[in-house]
Structures are given as C-alpha cells and as structure tokens.
C-alpha cells in the first residue's frame, strides 16, 4: 500500500508539473483572483472572500428550488435546482453577468480550471426584470433559476456565484453554495451540555457517522468534518475528534471547548402588511418617501422567541410586483447595560447578518431607546441585537434573551480530498436539529 501511494504522488507531481508548464496555472489565477476581497465584513453568514449586496440590492434570495426555506444545497447530477433572487432599487431595468468559482473546505480558491467544474457556457446572463406597481422607492425585481440548459455542475464541492452589472463591469455581492454527493451514508444527532458555557449557557455538540464507500483508501488522511449552525455557513466548525478503529466507518463530533451555543434565539419580525393594524407597528407613516413603519420596542430578556419555524438565511421577502418597502425603525431598550461607545448593532435575514456601522443603532436619550432604522421590503424575517467582540468578532449571544437550551438547525459537511485531482469534493451533506426541550 506504501509503494500504491508514493506512485500516486509521484504521478500528481508530474501532473501538476505539466499544468504549470502549459502555462494553465496563469488563467487560473486570472479568474480566481478577480474575486477575492481583502476588507473584513463582519457576520457569521459570510465567508471568505465573499462579498456582501451594496444598498442599492435588497431582498436577496438564494434556496433549492420548491421552497423559499430550503438551503442553497443541491446534488450532483441530480435535476434540483437553485433559485437566486432579488431586487435592484432603481427605475431602469438593468442587466447582471452571474460567474461561478469553485472552493476548497475552508473557502480558498481550489485553483483549478473552470472546464473542470463548469460545463457549457460557465456563466449566466439575467437581465429585464419585472418593476414593481408602486413606487416609493422604485426597483426591479430578478430571478433566475440554475443549473439549466447554459450551464451545469461537474464536480461536488463548496462554491461561489459572483453577480456583476453586465455595463460597468461593477462587482456587486457573492453568495455561497453547495453541490454535494451522495456517496456514504450518514447519520445525525446533537448531545447537550447543560451550564457549560462561558456565562452557563447550554452548550450543543453534533455528532456524525459515517459509513464512507470502498474507493476511500486513506480515510484518517483524505477525510475531513464540518459542522454548522442555523446556516451561518461563515461561522462553519471543523470537527476535531473522529474515531476510525472500525472498518469502513467513522464517528466525528465537536469538542466541548468548540461547541455550539444552544440558546441561540431570533426575534421574530411579521411585516407582511405595512398598516397601523400591524400589531409590531406603533406608528405608520405612508406619507413620507419612502414611507416609515415605527416598530415596538425590544425590551432586553422580554422579546426574543425560540422560533423553532426559522429556516431561512434570507427571511421571506414578497415577491409580488405591488410588495411595498419601507424605512423600518427598530428601537431597544437595554436597561442601562450598554454604552455609546460599546455600540449595539442590528443584525438579521434583511442584511446578511452583517455587522456594519449602517447597522449601528444610535441611542436615543429622551426616549431611553437605542434606534436605528432599516430599508426592509414587505415580508417576514428574523433579527438580533449584537455589540462588537474586539476587532473582527461578534457576540450575539450577550442580549439574549434566553440561556436555555432552544432548537437549533445543524449541517453535517462530509468532504473527501481526491488524491488524483486535488480538490474537495463534497460526499455528504445532512441537515438536522436538535430536538425540542
């Protein structure tokens, strides 16, 4: 078996060999290194070198077709699709380039050709879109569906969709995906630590096994375990602990030092109807361009709900052409524990649960409200409040409401790094949740 591998190493090292001389690695580069983003947004649903929607595109969308709640995950060869949707505020119609790239485990380019990964056209071109009956702000709303007859998926793996304005060649935002296998089986389930966490929360620690296929030669080395939680894809934890002493088969699972929160709750945020009848709005004004819709205050441990229904990165936007948008004015009352300076941040479904300084909420002395306010479209979504953890980090955990344990939704990554053509390939995918107290 020692000589079996070394003659596969020594065979890759020719291959590769060959690929830089044919000067192939120099196209690579040009059409991966054109997606790359250097500046540091903050937000458990980004990854790596994605690029978050400007102001300008609201209401993104990107599922497995036959529901809006479904996950951006599809298999390979198989006739499931993913729809990608949104909205450009504007009153032209514009037209859209849709590019793909392919990626490692951990979201670096795989570096390897698109004919390896993409077949037919290798990108997509959306334009027309259909405009919206009611102005105030006006835009257009695009959808688009794929794979389909201009292009298909070769390989399983992590990927990427990368949306430019066809005239000015202007990258607007990227969005992440899976297309996975079905090679192996596996099986699924969440062990609860209860008073584990740093403030004696509830800690969660999904476990998976895996009962890998025959051509896995060297699993201890070409296998690798990923988890994730409620679809924070940026937020992904590599498993530590796996156990291959029985033949075939694998168990993986998180330590207790890298587990999941398990009271990680959502505020629930109905804005199917923007009217005074509304029972979240306090004050409607269909006056003002664009309109304003003041909600109820959040009060800090008296508002969040388990919302054990959630199961959307995006929220569920209206689709229909007369769905109005509005400035969304959220207010918090914090009981006294947070500073200006510490700033308390909006995140949710609406804005890629990015934590940026448009988010900010603004504290609001004759009031006693931290407020801030957010161009959201008619539809139903979820949201938190977050303050800023050092540099670069997040802690949505600290205005909780809840450090009981709650349901959460966990996906099981299986990936298998092919020792021919050196990428990872997806086998396995699983979605789970942990059960109901």
């Not at 595109?57 to 529901?67: C, D, F, M, V």
């Not at 498993?239 to 998180?254: A, C, I, P, V, W």
């Not at 979240?280 to 109820?296: F, G, H, S, T």
Request: glycine share 6%; proline share 5%; net charge negative.
């Amino acid at each position: 078996m020692y000589l079996k591998a070394l003659f596969r190493f020594n065979l890759l090292s020719f291959i590769l060999l060959l690929i830089f001389i044919g000067g192939c690695s120099a196209s690579i580069s040009k059409s991966t290194n054109n997606y790359r983003t250097n500046q540091n947004y903050i937000s458990r649903y980004l990854v790596p070198n994605q690029l978050p929607a400007p102001q300008s595109i609201n209401s993104l969308q990107l599922y497995r077709r036959g529901s809006v709640n479904n996950p951006p995950i599809i298999e390979l060869g198989s006739s499931q699709k993913l729809v990608l949707a949104f909205d450009e505020l504007t009153d032209l119609s514009g037209q859209f380039r849709i590019t793909f790239t392919h990626h490692d485990k951990d979201w670096n380019p795989s570096n390897i050709p698109q004919d390896w990964y993409l077949d037919d056209m290798q990108e997509l071109i959306l334009g027309g879109g259909s405009k919206n009956q009611l102005s105030d702000p006006d835009y257009f709303h695009y959808s688009i569906s794929f794979p389909n007859q201009q292009l298909s998926f070769l390989i399983s793996g992590n990927y990427m969709l990368h949306v430019t304005d066809f005239n000015s060649g202007t990258r607007l935002f990227s969005l992440p995906f899976f297309v996975a296998e079905r090679e192996g089986e596996i099986t699924s389930w969440v062990e609860t630590d209860y008073n584990a966490g740093a403030r004696f929360e509830a800690l969660d620690r999904p476990f998976s096994e895996f009962e890998y296929p025959e051509f896995i030669e060297f699993p201890e080395f070409d296998l690798s375990f990923k988890f994730v939680q409620n679809r924070f894809w940026g937020d992904a934890k590599q498993s530590e602990n796996y156990d291959f002493s029985e033949e075939g088969r694998t168990q993986f699972h998180l330590s207790r030092e890298n587990a999941f929160p398990a009271n990680f709750d959502f505020i629930g945020l109905n804005l199917n109807t923007f009217t005074q009848n509304n029972s979240k709005i306090i004050e409607w004004r269909p006056d003002l361009e664009p309109p304003l819709a003041v909600l109820r205050e959040d009060v800090l441990n008296f508002t969040s709900d388990p919302n054990t229904g959630w199961g959307s990165s995006f929220g569920n936007p209206k689709t229909s052409n007369d769905a109005r948008y509005a400035n969304v004015r959220f207010r918090f009352e914090d009981g006294g524990q947070f500073s200006a300076n510490q700033g308390v941040y909006l995140v949710g479904d609406f804005n890629q649960w990015l934590l940026s300084e448009k988010n900010k909420l603004e504290y609001n002395e004759s009031s006693g409200y931290w407020e801030t306010t957010s161009l959201i479209k008619e539809g139903s979504y979820t949201y938190k409040y977050a303050i800023r953890n050092g540099a670069t980090g997040i802690d949505d955990l600290i205005l909780s409401d809840s450090i009981t344990r709650q349901q959460q939704e966990y996906t099981s990554f299986v990936y298998f790094q092919d020792p021919d053509y050196r990428y990872h390939r997806l086998l396995r995918v699983q979605t789970f949740r942990s059960t109901r107290n």
